[in-house]
């Protein structure tokens, strides 16, 4: 199981690599999703809790704790969560196999394959 460092890194790792995309990766993300949303992660196994905004393509800070609106939850265990940021298991995999948890609308699914 990981810990709550871990996830915590590998978190800020992804918004690292999103920050650092290309202007294209960018602008295709902030046209699927041109109004931010509030994204908020559970870690089912660790009890936690971490939310970032993302906006015009890009993930913002990261917070500790519960969001006070959201718009897209991911609720996984820290082993799938980390894996799923290592590229060793995708996401759309993962939420059809029930091993993650998806609350958003169907167009900001969609949009939050671009993550992956």
Request: hydrophobic letters at 40%; zero cysteines.
């Amino acid at each position: 199981m990981a810990t709550k460092r871990d996830v915590e890194a590998k978190l800020r790792q992804m918004i690292a690599r999103l920050g650092e995309a290309g202007d294209d990766v960018h602008d295709n993300l902030a046209k699927v999703l041109p109004e931010g949303r509030i994204v908020q992660i559970e870690v089912s196994d660790l009890d936690s809790s971490y939310w970032t905004k993302l906006a015009a393509g890009r993930l913002g800070t990261l917070h500790k704790g519960d969001a006070e609106e959201t718009d897209i939850k991911l609720r996984a265990s820290s082993d799938d969560l980390v894996a799923m940021i290592d590229g060793e298991l995708g996401l759309l995999k993962s939420y059809l196999s029930g091993r993650v948890r998806i609350e958003a609308s169907l167009s900001d699914l969609l949009a939050l394959r671009r993550l992956a």
